[in-house]
């Protein structure tokens, strides 16, 4: 600690954005101020990106907080909170960033305003390294949610790589605590449904291509089963630039949901983008586990936050979800432990996540 600032080292675990997104928005949470040293400092390009710089902005603008080293580049940033305040704030990356990044940063924020919340968040909502917003709406909003929060997402426009040019609008209101989670039964796949997509220059054949080559793949391990997944064209007043992509989503008895994603980019042929899609999914229902390898590292931090014990079963722990765990419990006073899972058969890769929540309180309402 420097004085009363918590220092936090970006270069470790995952060492990128996601070690800013946490550990920012526990700081505004707890009102704590914070350091963050050697920021992506094993990156090909160290320091802050754009993405990273808009979701620290719209951080600093939630609570009116004060950010130095709040620059493209910059390996060192301080932040000092205020009060988070609800309202109506625009973050936009000017770039393909993801927008569901910048709304994983701002979401915790939110919850504990004083006031319900706008967020017009702008730039890529189907990109690399990152949720696609379809992901966001049909898988991360109905498990959050069981934390006892509903959101509203509205996608006004998509954006791809590389200008970005999209825009979601989420609106939230704030509650006064945060319920924990249990997911630890799967239960049995029920159907498997998603949407193929191609947007601006591409033929409406790509997306059918992607949709027909996902369905084939998951017929040879799953024989029984409907599958349902939508080609669309995006309608050219929602979509600004080119792009394709699919998302295969598996519902089960138990309400557990889990996906796979993929982006058709130039020269990828579309039926090894359904594939990829497919074999993700297909992994992820291979592991037992009640949320998929995605989901995992988003649930840290609202359990973190939540009042009482959550427990969530998963596969095997990426280094993502390690590293929130470790700024979670570094900057709240939550515990996690995480225990191979005993009652599955013991060939499956299976954990269950504990948290004892610190039990956020909103000083608010």
């Known amino acids: 600690m420097d004085g009363d600032k918590v220092e936090i080292d970006g270069g470790i675990m995952e060492g990128g954005g996601q070690i800013l997104r946490v550990s920012m928005a526990l700081s ?34 939630l609570c009116e907080g004060k950010l130095e080293g709040g620059e493209i580049g910059s390996t060192e940033i301080t932040f000092t909170p205020g009060k988070i305040k609800g309202g109506t704030h625009i973050a936009d990356t000017k770039t393909a960033g993801s927008v569901c990044l910048l709304m994983q940063v701002a979401m915790p924020c939110v919850l504990f305003a004083a006031s319900p919340s706008e967020l017009h968040l702008k730039g890529g909502t189907n990109a690399e390294m990152a949720p696609q917003i ?6 991360f909003k109905p498990i959050v949610e ?8 509205d996608i006004k426009k998509r954006g791809y790589y590389p200008q970005g040019g999209g825009e979601v609008v989420v609106q939230m209101s704030p509650v006064k605590e945060l319920s924990p989670i249990n997911l630890t039964e799967r239960g049995t796949v029920t159907k498997i449904y998603g949407r193929a997509f191609v947007a601006g220059a591409l033929p409406i054949k790509l997306a059918k291509d992607m949709s027909a080559a996902a369905v084939r793949c998951i017929r040879k391990e799953i024989r029984d089963l409907y599958i349902n ?5 995006e309608p050219d007043d929602q979509a600004f630039g080119t792009g394709s992509g699919i998302i295969v989503v598996a519902e089960t008895s138990t309400g557990c949901l889990l996906a796979g994603s993929s982006l058709g980019k130039r020269g990828k042929n579309s039926d090894k983008v359904g594939i990829e899609a497919a074999e993700i999914l297909l992994r992820n229902l291979k592991h037992g586990g009640t949320v ?18 959550s427990r969530v079963k998963s596969g095997p722990i990426t280094l993502h979800t390690q590293t929130a765990i470790h700024f979670a419990e570094q900057l709240t006073k939550a515990k ?4 191979k899972s005993e009652e599955e058969d013991p060939s499956k890769d299976t954990y269950i996540i504990e948290c004892q929540g ?3 309180i909103n000083p608010n309402l």
């Open 28 to 61: 505004c949470l707890l009102g704590l101020p914070l350091r963050v040293r050697r920021i992506r400092a094993g990156r090909s390009q160290p320091g802050l990106r754009p993405q990273h710089l808009s979701g620290l902005e719209i951080i600093r603008d």
């Open 134 to 139: 379809d992901y966001t709406v049909m898988v």
């Open 146 to 153: 069981k934390f006892n929060f509903t959101f509203n997402c």
């Open 229 to 233: 997944i939508q080609p669309v064209r």
């Open 292 to 309: 998929d390898d995605s989901m995992q590292d988003q649930l840290i931090i609202f359990m973190a936050l939540a009042k009482g014990v």
């Open 336 to 339: 996690f432990t995480v225990t």
């Open 358 to 360: 610190m039990g956020m």
